[in-house]
């Protein structure tokens, strides 16, 4: 474990000085994020402005899945999309064979590589928005560190659903369009799940588990959930990455490198 820690320490303070050359693009990415989290609040207020309320969701409640969404963008793009998204690119370029032979785990080295800075504005404004609805709801440090379980939770489901993407590049080198529909259907868990209809909650919860990735988290907060659903989020959780380090093994198999 050391080893591996000590191996993460050196891939990240390397990643953030190679990126941070670049200080100009830190703040183009601070007014983007803000424009999106703009377009957002926008999005949601037109649903509330004329006193309309997804069911059992307030305008502060609904701002708590928000923000675990926005949080979810900058996790997404500081950890995720910097390293997933160039696992195809290793296919194609043959480098897969160099990580193969590192005496680490492959699916740990591809999985935490790098690591991008441009992912901060988000987890700044996910925690910004969470506070202040937090502060409208009167909730107490309590209720926030119940959803520190659902939201690792959602944070793991999520990875291990975008590297089984990634895997099936061995056999599909082109994937970048599946895995902007993984991001768009995503898109889904800005909104609680209620706000759909019921085929759409059924699909959001038990197909692409987008319910897991921002209202569960959200409920739990509130003090709104259910064990049953701490328990299902645990599981799915579990399973996804089980069925991750599986299936990476398994595609492996069909790896022939670039010499071959």
């Not at 993984?182 to 209809?197: K, N, V, W």
Request: charged letters at 10%; proline letters at 3%.
């Amino acid at each position: 474990m050391r080893r591996y820690l000590k191996v993460l320490r050196l891939f990240w303070s390397a990643a953030i000085a190679a990126e941070m050359e670049y200080r100009v693009n830190f703040i183009i990415t601070a007014f983007s994020s803000l424009g999106n989290l703009v377009g957002s609040v926008f999005g949601l207020f037109l649903f509330y402005r004329t006193g309309y309320t997804f069911t059992g969701w307030s305008w502060e409640a609904a701002l708590v899945v928000l923000g675990i969404f926005t949080l979810l963008q900058g996790f997404s793009a500081t950890f995720l999309a910097p390293n997933l998204n160039r696992i195809v690119r290793h296919v194609q370029e043959g480098t897969l064979d160099f990580i193969l032979l590192k005496p680490i785990r492959s699916q740990f080295w591809l999985s935490i590589h790098t690591v991008s800075p441009w992912g901060i504005p988000d987890l700044i404004f996910g925690l910004l928005i969470i506070g202040y609805a937090g502060t409208k709801l009167s909730l107490g440090i309590d209720k926030y560190l119940l959803t520190i379980f659902p939201l690792s939770c959602g944070l793991v489901i999520l990875y291990s659903l975008w590297f089984i993407l990634g895997a099936t590049s061995i056999w599909f080198v082109k994937i970048y369009n599946i895995t902007e529909v993984l991001r768009g259907l995503l898109d889904a868990g800005r909104y609680p799940i209620t706000a759909y209809p019921a085929a759409y909650r059924f699909f959001f919860t038990f197909v692409v588990p987008v319910a897991f990735l921002t209202t569960v988290p959200a409920q739990s907060m509130l003090g709104q959930i259910q064990f049953t659903w701490l328990l299902s989020a645990g599981l799915l959780a579990l399973i996804l990455f089980f069925i991750s380090t599986q299936f990476w093994r398994f595609a492996l198999r069909f790896y022939t490198s670039a010499s071959s």
